[in-house]
């Protein structure tokens, strides 16, 4: 009798506490778990972003986490718009649903002429200045063609240094007319500016990298800039993926004590061992000898350096071309950073060479025809060409944003959300894919793996 209510108590109380989540979250489904499956590959499965799986498993957040064949996880909706108008899911067939008449929801009326805000530091007494200068002559130039295209904008912009006081712009006219704004640059300016939009129903994006959480609790934010973490997530997911036990992984130190790139590199070390997957360790001041011996010769091996740097790299290009001399047969795969954009000019042929996969939210194909016209209209506009130090381009930034929000406004209207599914256009640069954070704003969602294969083509794997 004892031993029926322990299980009792414990049947209660599973229930209780499936009870007290199921009020705040609806699930989907339940998965369970099948051997060698991945965190990414049962987002990519379902529909749902990684955040959004981990979200709705609070435990998968956990240090030292691992999936377990044979364990069960939550499946949550993956987003606004799952629901039906009669209840019944979207996809899923529901019998008693399927009797009632389906409710015709009425269009959504489209808005006229887009009136665009532009709110950043736009002059050219510093780097962000110029920055922010190309960044709207983008926007112009993005206006302009959508122009020809009968989309009409109505555009304002205001210079709002760092360390201006942001609320004083606001109180200018025509900046509670505005249908989207395209703003701040500085973490301090975010705040008045996003309750100024939620106030008066303006769309705000923020298009760079910011601190704080007010895309959280703001619905009117679309937050472009991905946080770190999330990235390397995904960078982490996209590797394993794509590299499974077949391929033999190869840390190289790099002696750079500078690296921005060691939370990447304890993370998939982490989940490497978590998933039981050897890897060898070696150094760029390893003998050749010492170097070759860390090489599969039965599998491809997949080469992770712990510096994101140009002299690194340089000196690993300088290792690896000394291994093919003495091991020509031996197949090489090469997992980078997306600073590795910035000296694509220096070292495409090697890219090429070894099979380079760089995750990154952003791709710059200087070589496409559309790059090509956008760059000479640049020129011919501005009587100079784009900023060659900036990667991503900053104007091609500018160019891309406007095209994706005015596009997405000119046809859904005020119920716009920011999903790659809304808009028809092909960015020169960065894909725009946002997804809803929580009861707040949109963040987006993008991520890709940008390959450069041995055969002299390219491809985006995009996730």
């Not at 500016?193 to 994006?205: E, G, M, T």
């Not at 599914?421 to 809803?436: A, G, I, N, W």
Request: glycine content about 6%.
């Amino acid at each position: 009798m004892k031993k029926y209510l322990r299980y009792l108590m414990l049947f209660l109380a599973v229930t209780f506490s499936y009870c007290v989540m199921a009020q705040s979250v609806q699930w989907r489904d339940q998965h369970k778990i099948k051997r060698k499956e991945t965190i990414f590959g049962i987002a990519k499965e379902y529909g749902v972003t990684i955040p959004q799986l981990l979200d709705a498993n609070p435990s998968m957040k956990q240090p030292g986490y691992e999936l377990k064949k044979g364990d069960l996880i939550f499946v949550p909706y993956s987003k606004e718009g799952d629901f039906l108008s009669d209840g019944s899911v979207k996809g899923k067939t529901d019998k008693k649903a399927a009797t009632k008449p389906a409710v015709v929801q009425a269009p959504v009326k489209a808005v006229n002429t887009i009136r665009v805000g532009v709110m950043l530091p736009l002059h050219n007494q510093d780097g962000d200045g110029k920055r922010m200068v190309e960044f709207y002559r983008g926007v112009l130039l993005a206006l302009n063609q959508l122009k020809s295209e009968g989309i009409t904008t109505d555009v304002h912009a205001w210079n709002v240094p760092k360390g201006a006081d942001i609320r004083k712009t606001l109180l200018e006219p025509n900046t509670s007319k505005l249908d989207i704004i395209f703003g701040p640059l500085y973490s301090e300016q975010v705040k008045p500016l996003a309750d100024f939009c939620r106030a008066y129903d303006i769309k705000l994006v923020i298009p760079f990298s910011i601190t704080g959480n007010d895309v959280e609790t703001n619905p009117n934010i679309f937050q472009v800039y991905q946080p770190e973490a999330s990235l390397i997530n995904k960078s982490i997911a996209a590797y394993l993926e794509r590299f499974q036990k077949s391929f033999h992984p190869i840390f190289i130190n790099c002696q750079d004590p500078a690296s921005q790139v060691g939370d990447f590199i304890t993370s998939l070390r982490k989940q490497l061992d978590l998933q039981k997957i050897k890897y060898d360790l070696t150094s760029t001041k390893s003998s050749n000898a010492e170097f070759s011996k860390h090489f599969d010769a039965t599998r491809p091996n997949v080469v992770i350096l712990n510096s994101e740097k140009s002299p690194q790299l340089n000196e690993v290009f300088a290792k690896l071309a000394q291994l093919k001399k003495t091991r020509p047969g031996v197949a090489i795969s090469l997992y980078g950073y997306n600073q590795w954009f910035v000296y694509q000019d220096y070292y495409l042929d090697q890219y090429f060479k070894y099979n380079t996969y760089i995750p990154s939210t952003y791709y710059y194909n200087k070589a496409a025809d559309k790059t090509k016209e956008l760059e000479a209209k640049y020129i011919e506009q501005y009587g100079e060409p784009m900023a060659r130090q900036y990667i991503p381009r900053m104007a091609l930034i500018g160019y891309d944003m406007a095209q994706f929000f005015v596009r997405g406004l000119k046809t859904i209207g005020k119920n716009f959300n920011g999903a790659a599914s809304e808009v028809k256009y092909r960015p020169l640069q960065t894909r725009y894919d946002f997804v809803r954070v929580g009861q707040g704003g949109y963040m987006n969602d993008n991520f890709q793996l940008v390959h450069f294969k041995t055969d002299q083509t390219m491809e985006n794997l995009v996730y």
